[in-house]
């Protein structure tokens, strides 16, 4: 039967798929090779594990068969490194082994592969283990650029958004926005996720968990500050994740920048204030006495007095405590959140 006219091929061939093979052995990958190419497959090969991994970076492959064993760098450390690049983390591998001691097809499991088929490898059976994956990586992709696509629309109105692996703490998805605030903020790049970051998520992740809301994270630079909200697990619900429960999953976090002076803008439209009465009642709001006020704001203690009255009858409330806590409930960036 020729194999583009099969029911296998009817049911996991599209559009020129393309398949990275890795193995050392030239003789091992023909057969394959050739059966795969006859189904329609583009098919790319690599014979060590360093040019895997420049291939699979260039070629982003629909697929990844991967040997277990090979000189230098193996295919379990090819695996971690694949699933541990952004750009190379949601490609399916499936290990060629001939290993079939539990322990070495857990380590490949482990390592981050879908799948394995042990040696002799029989092409039939190597492509519809590919059909398989190949559907659900799919339907994961398609799913994760509408996601990307919106969270990087909130760049537009200041929300940067970043994904944050719990288990071992890796950076696996930023916006432009949040690339550049991490580095202001932090000096971090992804991988990386910035240590204050990390210790924020894993001490709050079962209140997230519980569907808790945690308290939020502040870092500040000079007047200016950084506000880390842990939004939504991503991933776990629907499959995509590759997490265990217990493990921590991925999770979505919103970060916002603010400063005093948007605080203040916002404090005076809220209640129709000056700027000075807005200045006034922000000190008030973070606890200052008047002449802590007046020596912050270069004014006597009287005159910040005259400007509390005003602040009061706007208001309309009598004491200072009573005027700070509605500043705190009306303006949510006056609310404390430093450290979780």
């Known amino acids: 039967m020729n194999p583009r006219s099969s029911p296998e091929h009817t049911a996991t061939l599209s559009d020129a798929l393309v398949v990275l093979i890795v193995d050392d052995v030239p003789d091992n990958v023909a057969p394959l090779h050739d059966a795969l190419d006859e189904a329609g497959y583009t098919v790319l ?25 090979m000189p230098g760098l193996d295919g379990f450390e090819v695996a971690r490194r694949l699933k541990a690049h952004p750009a190379t983390a949601h490609i399916p591998i499936i290990f060629m082994t001939g290993l079939t001691e539990t322990e070495h097809l857990v380590a490949a499991l482990d390592a981050g592969g879908a799948d394995y088929v042990t040696k002799p490898i029989k092409p039939r059976e190597v492509m519809a283990r590919m059909g398989v994956h190949l559907r ?13 696509q919106a969270r990087n629309a909130l760049d537009a109105f200041g929300y940067a958004t970043i994904t ?19 580095q202001r903020y932090c000096g971090t790049e992804a991988p990386a996720t910035p240590p204050a970051v990390l210790q924020w998520l894993r001490r709050h992740l079962g209140e997230a968990q519980a569907q808790r809301e945690p308290p939020r994270l502040t870092l500040e630079n000079g007047p200016r500050r950084l506000t880390f909200r842990l939004h939504q697990q991503v991933g776990d619900q629907d499959g995509e994740g590759g997490e265990t429960p217990g493990e921590g999953g991925d999770w979505l976090i919103v970060m916002q920048e603010t400063s005093d002076a948007s605080v203040l803008e916002a404090m005076a439209h809220a209640f129709a204030l000056t700027a000075r009465e807005a200045e006034v009642l922000y000190w008030v709001a973070k606890g200052k006495i008047n002449r802590d006020i007046g ?7 009287a005159t910040v007095k005259k400007h509390l009255e005003r602040i009061y009858a706007k208001l309309g409330v009598e004491t200072r405590t009573a005027a700070a806590a509605m500043a705190i409930n009306r303006v949510p960036l006056l609310q404390p959140q430093h450290g979780g």
């Open 164 to 182: 944050v692996r719990a288990q071992d703490g890796r950076l696996m998805w930023q916006t432009p926005l949040a690339r550049e605030l991490l």
């Open 45 to 69: 090969v690599a014979l060590d594990g360093e040019a895997a991994i420049r291939r699979a970076t260039q070629a982003l492959p629909d697929v990844v068969l991967l040997d277990a064993v």
């Open 295 to 301: 020596d912050i704001l270069g004014s006597s203690p």
């Open 136 to 148: 659900t990586a799919r339907h994961v992709r398609q799913g994760a650029v509408e996601r990307s």
